[in-house]
């Protein structure tokens, strides 16, 4: 929580900042046309938003322009979660809006997307050379037997061809997922299986640290293991040729084709993202093409305020939903910066580095690398011209306040700094960015316009400035349609409304102040959020334990007051294994290789045993808070556990640690 020397905020919008603001300006509109209030700022206009929910969505599609080809007849049909129903009747398309700049004559060679990569070399993409891409790759989708509903995958990096062939893919209606190349074989059969997609965009490698990463073998892999494929399309990144029987990516995009944009009903299934709980396969989240539209358009253009004149850079991969976010900047009408690249390479500067050559408005990073910057002693403010940078905005885990004083300090002191918080589930935030708040230490502005946020205590009651866990009480537009493969919604019903029935509980320690803003703590499950991107224990089993010298591991993420994230992966060995350096190399080549570079633990620990619970299953969450430094009695049911003396072990590490 924020201490007393830390009530006065350290940033506070000016009037002429607050008067030129998208959602000042929506609030006006909005009181005239559809009776919001007129007075009482941000703090009203958030009231009635989730009070009046169907009355504001229909503003927000109004004020936007949203193009319903065919109109809908009611904004919220069943309002229940999971389940509501939205713009019922309503037909769309996604890529339509996306590309709404090309057909002004002004801006037709205006950059819809700069792509920066390691050799800090831009490269724009207009936007009339944009919509002639996605024209001809969706007829040649077409021609490849592509239809609505049709599941097009990408292994590929953060480069213009990933957003040209996910705009070609919602053209013709079929639904885009996509993996990050460091994702190793496994991790991406893991999640593209499940979808069984009929078209997969692949690399034959990609660029990091300074390194070229070959994937032919790779691609090779997922082409044998995906036979649901009609078709491989092979971009060149490392300039090698197509393997055989793969389609090249300069060929399908040669024609001058305008594209025909597939009218979808609201509903439809845009992209499926994947979040890792702590058992099973990853869960493939469906989220549909017009709640994207609406959700994106409120949180982009009047949250982050963004619009034509501006240039939006967020680093992130593909396998991140900030990817799928970045690139609806585009439905504002803004310039997408692309970084395709490690986030320290050369050196720690290189985002910023990026920001100031590409002229980004707004940035976005991970709390991880604003801490990052501060402990390597940068000055960015000073040795780059972040002049048009009016906002920098972190999200991935909580930027401690620490970080706030430093970007403050060390950017700018008269920044925006947006903090937000949300989740791959909704493709959005629950909270954090809000042009016209002050910006207090240590805190997210205030929640979202739409989301009725609480914190609730274990028995469903709210609380104020108090730690509960962060609740959603109506729906959003978009929040999963359904899971992949969950015919009767019972995983989608226990992921968030199993604790509090009809609720939406997302699975963080969240404080909501007396003033309306937002505290987040950490994940109150056991889910490893690394650098933003969410991966299961289960992940982390599967890959260790074929490993013969690991009878049983457990693996832990913990949030750490500093801002860091201290992952330790405990084994407990085979007889007559010893855990010295080879087989600590081994765990962590087997991770990085078969699963993910980020989810490399920071340590390997031998343990004497892992404990569960009387029905077998390994207890993440209490020796998640006995190494925060719960007491045992408070951070476990002792009748449950199979073996209790196990949990001193990490009391101990837990004391050796403060």
Known sequence: MTSAADEAPLWQPGPDRIAAAAVTRFQSWAAEHHGAPAEGGYASLHRWSVDEL?????????????????????????????????????????????????????????????HVDETHTQVPTSWSELRRQVGSLAAELRALGVTPGDRVSGYLPNIPQAVVAFLATAAVGGVWTSCAPDFGARSVLDRFQQVEPVVLFTVDGYRYGGKEHHRADTVAELRRELPTLRAVVHIPLLGTEAPEGALDWASLVAADTEPVFEQVAFDHPLWVLYSSGTTGLPKAIVQSQGGIVVEHLKQLGLHCDLGPEDRFFWYTSTGWMMWNFLVSGLLTGATVVLYDGSPGYPDVS????????????????????????????????????????????TTGS??????????????????????????????????GAVPTLPVHIGELQAASLGVDLHSWDPAGEPLTDEV?????????????????????????HDSYFDVYPGVWRHGDWITLTERGSVVIHGRSDSTLNRQGVRMGSADIYEAVERLPEIRESLVIGLEEPNGG???????????????????RDSIKRTI???????????????????????????????VKRLLQGTALEKAVNPGSIDNLELLHFYEKLARERR
């Open 54 to 114: 169907a009355t504001f969505w229909k503003a927000v599609a109004e004020w936007f322009d949203v193009r319903f080809s065919t109109p809908y007849e009611e904004v919220i049909g069943d309002r229940s979660m999971p389940g509501a129903n939205w713009f019922t009747g309503a037909t769309l398309n996604y890529a339509e809006h996306a590309l709404r700049a090309s057909e002004d004559p002004l801006r037709a060679d205006a950059p819809a997307l700069i």
């Open 350 to 393: 290189a985002q910023w580095r990026v920001a100031e050559q590409t002229g980004a408005t707004l940035y976005g990073t991970s709390a991880a690398y604003v801490m990052a910057c501060r402990k390597a002693g940068i000055h960015p403010g000073r040795d780059f011209d972040l002049s048009r940078v009016q906002c920098v905005a």
């Open 398 to 431: 909580p930027l401690p306040p620490d970080g706030f004083r430093w970007l403050h300090d060390e950017v700018a002191d008269d920044l925006w700094i947006a903090s937000v918080s949300g989740g791959t589930d909704v493709c959005t935030c629950f909270a």
């Open 468 to 492: 509960g866990e962060l609740v959603v009480t109506q729906p959003m537009p978009s929040m999963p349609v359904r899971f992949w493969n969950d015919p009767d919604g019972s995983r989608y």
């Open 565 to 583: 994230y201290w992952m330790p992966l405990f084994v407990h060995l085979a007889e007559g294994a010893t855990l010295d350096d080879a087989l």
């Open 592 to 622: 990085r290789e078969n699963l993910s570079p980020r989810h490399v633990p920071d340590e390997v620990i031998e343990v004497p045993g892992i404990p569960h619970t009387l029905t077998g299953k390994r207890i993440e969450v209490p």
